[in-house]
């Protein structure tokens, strides 16, 4: 695939932010409403996580916009790496995916904010202003589940045996719902089969799942009703 990682303008006096997404077109949004700002400027663009890792080296920005589902490897990954080997760089998670599984699984792996694709024209500058002064940026009703589940609501607990799977675990749940084998998974997360194969042992277990037949119906019953793509 294409790399496109240098910025079309760079200017000392401005805060750098380096867009990772495999998507062009939301990179290039990104990158207009990010440009648009006087004192804000996307230094580069990468579309996996090998890119992202050469251009947080070679570009040195001040700020990441990372997608959390990036096709050859899984952004939460990569942001737990940026976390380990750059911990001074704060990271805004973006994703198409439902914030109430994924906002706090992002926060966890070293992001500073999570905003999903649906709203990210109307708040993404606000989410980065936020970041970069120090904060955490989440949605007022992500807050307000963080904060009943710190307070242990007892109205606030955990409907879905989805939520009781690792990132990993997750991420291979996903794959197997929309019609991933196991050969495959193994090949795109860079995994050796016997590993997969364990995650899905473990994925049966803690969603007490009979067999791989039930565990194959129920992921793809979950995928579709969150209609991930």
């Given at each position: 695939m294409a790399q496109k990682k240098q910025a079309d303008k760079t200017d000392d006096n401005?805060?750098?932010?380096?867009?990772?997404?495999?998507?062009?077109?939301?990179?290039?949004?990104?990158?207009?409403?990010?440009?648009?700002?006087?004192?804000?400027?996307?230094?580069?663009?990468?579309?996996?996580?090998?890119?992202?890792?050469?251009a947080v080296k070679e570009l040195k920005p001040d700020m990441a916009i990372v997608d959390i589902s990036l096709k050859e490897t899984s952004g939460m990954e990569l942001i737990k790496d940026i976390n380990v080997q750059y911990p001074h760089l704060p990271v805004l998670a973006l994703s198409m995916h439902d914030e109430s599984l994924y906002a706090e699984r992002a926060l966890r792996a070293g992001a500073k904010g999570y905003i999903m694709k649906a709203v990210a024209t109307e708040k993404v500058i606000i989410a980065i202003r936020k970041i970069l002064s120090g904060e955490i940026y989440i949605s007022d009703k992500m807050a307000a589940k963080m904060m009943r589940k710190l307070v242990g609501s007892s109205t606030e607990i955990n409907t879905s045996p989805v939520e009781r799977l690792s990132d990993r675990e997750l991420e291979v749940f996903q794959l197997i719902g929309k019609g991933f084998g196991t050969r495959q998974i193994s090949e795109r997360l860079y995994l050796s089969i016997k590993t997969i194969e364990t995650y899905r042992a473990h994925i049966k277990e803690k969603m007490n799942l009979a067999d791989a037949a039930e565990m194959l119906q129920y992921a793809i019953q979950w995928v579709n009703s969150r209609n991930d793509v």
């Open positions: 401005k805060t750098n932010i380096l867009i990772v997404d495999d998507h062009p077109i939301v990179r290039q949004g990104l990158a207009e409403l990010v440009n648009h700002e006087n004192d804000l400027v996307v230094c580069g663009q990468a579309e996996d996580a090998h890119q992202a890792m050469k």
